[in-house]
């Protein structure tokens, strides 16, 4: 099988003029082992997230979140969707989190001084009853477990002219957008604008909440298997999301509510175009069906980052 090692998965940009770092076939399997988003520099509680910890930082945008890639898939061409199926995610032995000094929606903050204070956490991860990361645990500190849900944060194709950052570039094309859809099962849309497609990922979070606060989730070392295909002559107006039970839109942008109401009406139109819903009955979805939801991934006060939101309806609705 196919692999990009760690030490290769060093790109901090989406740009079509990397060489691949090798081709697959659709259907055919392939591995990338990650590094995590700061570069392995924080691996102990010790030692604190300050520049003089993160050389990666003198950059702006910071090279963050490196990525292995690109990889090129066989067919795939400009004006096709690469679907990427992410068949396992299997997670270091542990993680980190950091709280950075002057960012985030706690930098200037009189009341939280002490939470807004530079610190690292390290967080554990215990296989669970598989033996492996697939279905363990991390644990937060003496009394707190929770199962470990990892997920691809960073992944996408090459964009069509513009170099976007792995740190902080978002668009059709995928990018930095810390979506918890992005999990083993889920296979993901992105539009193509080059032969091959030309796709990148990394920064995997073992775990992360709704709208990854403070900027920095369970960012971990990972091995990720997956495997492409590529659905000609078709767009979307974002990234969207199969899961075993359910579909979902993605968007980023800001304010919120606009990324928000991008992921529905994207939902709204995937309905129509591949189930066959009415118009009118996509709408009345969005609005009275109780298992309709909204997702905030990300939410994060960094540069000109994006916020990312998500439309979801399950597969049933759809028949």
Known sequence: MKRIARSAANKYEFDHRHEPAFSVKPGESFVVETEDACNGCLRSADVLPLPENLPFTDATPARGNPMGGPVYVEGAQKGDLLAV???????????????FPGTGPLADSAKWRSAAQPYTHIIRHLPGPSGTMRDGEGVFNDRVRWRLQPFIGTMGVAPEREVESSAVGQGPWGGNLDCREFKQGATVFFNCYHPGGLLYLGDVHATQGDTEFYG???????????????VKAKRAAFVRVEKPESIVSVY????????????????????????GLTEREAYMHACINPEF?????????????????????PRKYLV
Do not use: N
């Open 85 to 99: 199926t992410i068949e396992q995610i299997l997670v270091d032995d542990q993680g980190m989190t950091a709280i």
């Open 216 to 230: 920095t989730a369970d960012e971990t070392r990972a091995e990720v298997r997956l495997r492409c295909a590529v």
């Open 252 to 275: 980023s942008y800001r304010p919120l509510e606009q990324a928000v109401e991008s992921a529905i009406l994207d939902l709204m139109s995937w309905m129509v175009e591949d189930f």
């Open 293 to 313: 939801r909204v997702h905030v991934y990300q939410m994060v006060r960094i540069g000109r980052i994006q916020y990312t939101a998500g439309a979801e309806i």
